[in-house]
Nanobody
Framework: QVQLAESGGGLVQAGGSLRLSCAAS???????????MDWYRQAPGKQRELVAG?????STNYADSVKGRFTISRDKNMVYLQMNSLKPEDTAVYYC?????????WGQGTQVTVSS
């Protein structure tokens, strides 16, 4: 089993920045099999969408809506999402996801609110 804990959300004005963090804990045997970690978000009334992902190789992918503004990075059992030039449409609950050999795990989410 793996537990994911997100932090770093909050209220920020448009144009501002936030850095989200996600810590993976639990079974070391499972953690070492994490091959991909992703950030998703879900805005009220909308489906959950992939924001950014990073593979164990270090390769990254981003939603078109955040390219050039968000940066995903990973350090051992941590994954980060640096969010710059935030827009009101970035307001959502942000979730961390980890894909392992035994399945995918989700965190509880952290709220990001961008005021105009």
């Amino acid at each position: 089993q793996v537990q994911l804990a997100e932090s770093g959300g909050g209220l920020v004005q448009a144009g501002g920045s936030l850095r989200l963090s996600c810590a993976a804990s639990g079974s070391i045997r499972t953690i070492v099999t994490i091959n991909h970690m992703d950030w998703y978000r879900q805005a009220p009334g909308k489906q959950r969408e992939l924001v950014a992902g990073i593979a164990s190789s270090g390769s990254t992918n981003y939603a078109d809506s955040v390219k050039g503004r968000f940066t995903i990075s990973r350090d051992k059992n941590m994954v980060y999402l640096q969010m710059n030039s935030l827009k009101p449409e970035d307001t959502a609950v942000y979730y961390c996801n980890a894909a392992t050999i035994s399945g995918a795990y989700w965190g509880q989410g952290t709220q990001v609110t961008v005021s105009s």
